[in-house]
Every structure is written in C-alpha cells, then in structure tokens.
C-alpha cells in the first residue's frame, strides 16, 4: 500500500480536486478532500509536497485510487470515517468539505446537524456515523491541525 508521497507537485484540478504529484519519475495523480484545497493552494508547480494517503481498489472499482491528505492525523480520521456503513473512500472524500478537527469535533458532540451540512451526508446517515464513531476520535480532535 502506498501510503505517503513526497515529490514535485505538478498539477492541481481544484474542480475535481486532483493533485498530481510527481516522485522518481512517476506521476501519481492524488484525489484530496475540498478542506485541502487551501494547503494546496499554498504550493505552486514545482513545489516539493509530502501528502499521506490512502490506496483503495475493491471489486466494483478495481482501478487503484490513491486519496491524499496533506497531515496523517487526517489521513487517520479517513480510515476511521470509511469504516462506517455507506461510507466508502470516494464518498468519504468529497463530503470532506470541512477540517477533519471540526468534523470529529461534531462527532465527539454528537451534532449531527452539522454532520449534515457535509456534501452526501443526511440525517440517518449524520446518525450512524456518530454511533459507530464517537469516542473513537480524540486524536483527530487535537492533532489535524499539526
């Protein structure tokens, strides 16, 4: 699994939220979380990034995807978030709209109102999310911003 990369930062598609990052000759094409544009948008072409993340491939979706995260502690909080029903990794990254700290925050507060302002993310779903989640998050809380 791959699990960090550290290389050129070649291209960012901030409408599909795609970093492209280039290591040892290979170009690795990186989908991130909309909270990560702003990190991204401190770097320019050229620029030397590390991003954590996530390698998933499964039976419905068998092409490799790589789901990038600018601090481990958010890279963390993704694999905890995707364990939960109905959450796979690309629905997981686009509802990622807000820091990961905020989001355990609301999880740890059991506010599911403002789970449901996250893109995909509606009542029943806000609700099984704080069940299956709170307690499990104190990290995230304190360290996403590291």
């Known amino acids: 699994m791959i699990v960090a990369l550290r290389g050129s930062l070649t291209r960012w598609d901030e409408e599909r ?4 990052v280039e290591t040892g000759g290979v170009t690795y094409e990186v989908a991130m979380p909309p909270f990560a544009g702003e990190w991204v948008a401190g770097h320019h072409a050229g620029d030397e990034v590390r991003v ?7 039976d419905r979706q068998p092409v490799p995807m790589l789901f ?3 601090r481990l502690a958010e890279r963390e909080f993704f694999r905890k978030f995707i364990e939960v029903p109905d959450i796979g990794p690309a629905k997981a990254v686009r509802a ?9 925050r609301w999880i740890e507060a059991e ?11 509606g009542d029943r779903l806000a ?15 304190g ?3 590291v």
């Open 96 to 104: 990622l709209t807000r820091p990961v700290s905020e989001v355990a």
């Open 68 to 70: 990038g995260f600018p």
């Open 143 to 145: 360290r996403a911003h």
């Open 17 to 20: 939220s795609v970093l492209w």
């Open 127 to 141: 609700s099984t999310i704080v069940a299956r989640l709170k307690g499990k998050l104190v990290q995230e809380i």
């Open 111 to 121: 506010d599911t109102r403002g789970l449901r302002q996250l893109p995909g993310i």
């Open 52 to 58: 954590f993340t996530y390698q998933h491939a499964s």
